[in-house]
């Protein structure tokens, strides 16, 4: 996430300036969109990174946020607010959210289960379902650590074996932030997530979406072992394109169909009865394309 510009109270200016109060905007910089993230008098609205609160070796001394002692790294607690909702946030009223480690930077991820309310479920999990037409979807908390683990006999492997089994669908689909297989270099497969995979390939799951990696890779049908399976395997998308940055690609990994890291974009989904339909669609300027259709199990 970026913002336009941080200013603090007690940075040299490079240049010179009009006068101006201390810490405050002129107009014109109110109108080109800048924003002030410090006060000049409290640590309001900035927090210690991984906590809800400011560490004790940050003080205000004469209005300059000063690190004193020790303190450790700070962060604003205001990104979903100032820049998520601004951008994919315009799209929140129809969203089904899936969090990751980036929210766990803070205790419990109290600013995204705030943000996105009864959306994200229960806050203590994480992970919920909902159905959609004739599909069942699934959104688990690939943070495994934050919930209490995600094998075989977790909570969460238990209650995605109890929830696929109360809502027989013809057609499922699952939200796993940590993809269980990847090419990339960065995080690559994943084998924490593979007991939950087994409860999806269990039930006949048809899709699995995932992220982590900065990339884009769609994968043939496999089992969660990651040999092929047509008849019954789940198909795996990759899609860590929202827009921050690229991650490099090793080897193809077994499966894997095919692969892009120079595109930002999303991956749209039509979902039938019975068939689904998947599209690619890169930013503007950008020509990679991938589609095609499926059927479900």
Known sequence: MSLKLIALAGLAAAVARPAVQ???LTDDEKKAGWKLLFDGKTAEGWRGYKKDKMPDGWQVVEGVLTRVKGGGDICTAEEFADCYDSTWGRHKVCMHPAVNGHEYHTTSATPYYDYFGAAAGDPSKGYYSYDLGTWHIVVANS???EVG????????EQWLRQDLASHPAACTLAVIHVPRFSSGTVHGDSDVVQDLWQALYDWNAELVLSGDDHLYERFSPQTPDGRPNTARGIREFVTGTGGR???????????????????????KLTL?????????????????????TGTCH
């Open 149 to 156: 683990g995600c094998e075989a006999g977790s909570a969460q």
């Open 272 to 292: 039938h009865s019975g068939t689904y339909d998947w599209q690619f669609v890169p930013e503007a300027g950008k020509t990679f394309a991938d589609a095609g």
């Open 143 to 145: 943070e495994c650590y």
């Open 245 to 267: 940055s690229h991650y490099p690609f090793g080897d193809p990994k077994p499966n894997s169909e095919v692969r892009n890291n120079d595109a930002f974009g999303v991956l």
């Open 22 to 24: 201390d810490n405050a």
